[in-house]
């Protein structure tokens, strides 16, 4: 059986108020009772074997425009 409210407190709330509208406000309760963390040191990813490209085969003229104007290439 599922209870209908959650045993623990919540750690956190959460309050929105309007400033354009008057009673305009909502409180909502976070709880972390099923919080997952991700590993304290994670494992670095592997990178993907990618190739470099020229700015000219990308077809993108302004950025070609502006490594001419940054570095003179």
Avoid: R
Avoid at 17 to 37: G, M, P, R, Y
Avoid at 41 to 46: I, K
């Amino acid at each position: 059986m599922v209870p209908l409210f959650d045993p623990l407190p919540p750690q956190y709330f959460i309050k929105v108020i309007s400033d354009k509208w008057l009673q305009a406000e909502h409180v909502v309760a976070v709880s972390f009772k099923n919080l997952i963390l991700p590993e304290k040191y994670a494992a670095p990813t592997q990178l993907m074997d990618m190739h470099q490209k020229l700015v000219q085969d990308l077809d993108f003229e302004e950025a070609a425009q502006i490594y001419k104007e940054i570095d003179g290439i």
